[in-house]
T-cell receptor, first 114, second 111 residues
Framework: DAGVTQSPTHLIKTRGQQVTLRCSPK?????VSWYQQALGQGPQFIFQ???????QRGNFPDRFSGHQFPNYSSELNVNALLLGDSALYLC?????????????FGSGTRLTVV | KQEVTQIPAALSVPEGENLVLNCSFT??????LQWFRQDPGKGLTSLLL?????REQTSGRLNASLDKSSGRSTLYIAASQPGDSATYLC??????????FGKGNQVVVIP
């Protein structure tokens, strides 16, 4: 049973560019959340998608946007990249919208902005 | 705002010793708490999930306790092994259906 899969694993972008990260949730999970983890810090919540809609959003600017597809997979888009966007981006899926059964995380995408 | 603190930030123990990792949170109105393991540069692996109504959960050498009223959880790892070297993250879920994480306990088990 495949868990959460994320692509690509690593990415290097130039300041000002745009990037798209992808996530496929664990089989049977319909809710996807995205987190940003800076070096030495705990992950920070970006947003959550359920039924193809953004349901919640953390304290991130509008440069961060997302999408969820009918098959529950999701994309995270970041526009006008800044050096400070360099981080590990983690996707998490859950069996229900509330997270009553916990969350399963992927291996992450390491984004470096130069 | 929910704040999660993990103490100690880093520790080294000789192989075979028991590990005790602490997590505290400021708002006791949580729904559940989840412990994760993270290897350097990698994603998160779920270790244990404790619901707010539970006092502890066990899986093999791992045991996690939860004292919601005092805002504390402790992860015990028995008979540590070099393969246990990693960062351990504590995360709490409130009614807003998102996880609030601590910065982690970085563990090194010395052979």
């Amino acid at each position: 049973d495949a868990g959460v899969t994320q692509s690509p694993t690593h990415l290097i972008k130039t300041r000002g560019q745009q990037v798209t990260l992808r996530c496929s949730p664990k089989s049977g999970h319909d809710t996807v959340s995205w987190y940003q983890q800076a070096l030495g810090q705990g992950p920070q919540f970006i947003f959550q998608y359920y039924e193809e809609e953004e349901r919640q959003r953390g304290n991130f600017p509008d440069r961060f946007s997302g999408h969820q597809f009918p098959n529950y997979s999701s994309e995270l888009n970041v526009n006008a990249l800044l050096l400070g966007d360099s981080a590990l981006y983690l996707c998490a899926s859950s069996l229900d919208f509330q997270g009553n059964y916990g969350y399963t995380f992927g291996s992450g995408t390491r984004l470096t902005v130069v | 705002k929910q704040e999660v603190t993990q103490i100690p930030a880093a520790l080294s123990v000789p192989e075979g010793e028991n590990l005790v990792l602490n997590c505290s949170f400021t708002d006791s109105a949580i729904y559940n708490l989840q412990w994760f393991r993270q290897d350097p540069g990698k994603g998160l692996t779920s270790l244990l999930l404790i619901q707010s109504s539970q006092r502890e959960q066990t899986s093999g050498r791992l045991n996690a306790s939860l004292d919601k009223s005092s805002g504390r959880s402790t992860l015990y790892i028995a008979a540590s092994q070099p393969g246990d070297s990693a960062t351990y993250l504590c995360a709490v879920r409130k009614g807003n259906n998102r996880l609030a994480f601590g910065k982690g306990n970085q563990v090194v088990v010395i052979p």
